[in-house]
């Protein structure tokens, strides 16, 4: 089993950054990759960014490409998620996401493809 805590949600005005941590406890040697995804009220839960834990590659959806990104600390087990230039329609819960499958990696975007899911953390962009 695998738990993923995730902190650093907060309010902030348009235009300000947050970064969101996500730190993985218990058998994470057989995560492959781990994601962020984020829901709106009212909206499906959208894939936001993924990092390959071996070879550090990412991947953005591409409304927060050149605004937010996706980096790791194996050391400490813990990805992160730099938000800058936020926009109010970021705003929505935040949950970090680790998968164990490498097979189905190119769709890193899909909800189904994780295995274990954090309890999410709140990100609020108003002025």
């Known amino acids: 089993q695998v738990q993923l805590v995730e902190s650093g949600g907060g309010s902030v005005q348009p235009g300000g950054s947050l970064r969101l941590s996500c730190a993985a406890f218990?058998?994470?040697?057989?995560?492959?990759?781990m994601g962020w995804f984020r829901q709106a009220p009212g909206k499906e839960r959208e894939g936001v960014a993924a990092?390959?834990?071996?070879?550090?590659?990412?991947e953005y959806t591409d409304s927060v490409k050149g605004r937010f990104t996706i980096s790791q600390d194996n050391a400490k087990n813990t990805v992160y998620l730099q938000m800058n230039s936020l926009k109010p329609e970021d705003t929505a819960m935040y949950y970090c996401?680790?998968?164990?499958?490498?097979?189905?990696?190119?769709?890193?975007?899909?909800?189904?493809?994780?295995?274990?899911w954090g309890q999410g953390t709140q990100v609020t962009v108003s002025s």
């Open positions: 996401a680790a998968a164990v499958d490498w097979r189905w990696a190119a769709f890193w975007y899909q909800v189904s493809r994780y295995n274990y």
């Open positions: 218990g058998n994470s040697y057989n995560i492959e990759y």
């Open positions: 990092i390959w834990i071996g070879s550090g590659t990412t």
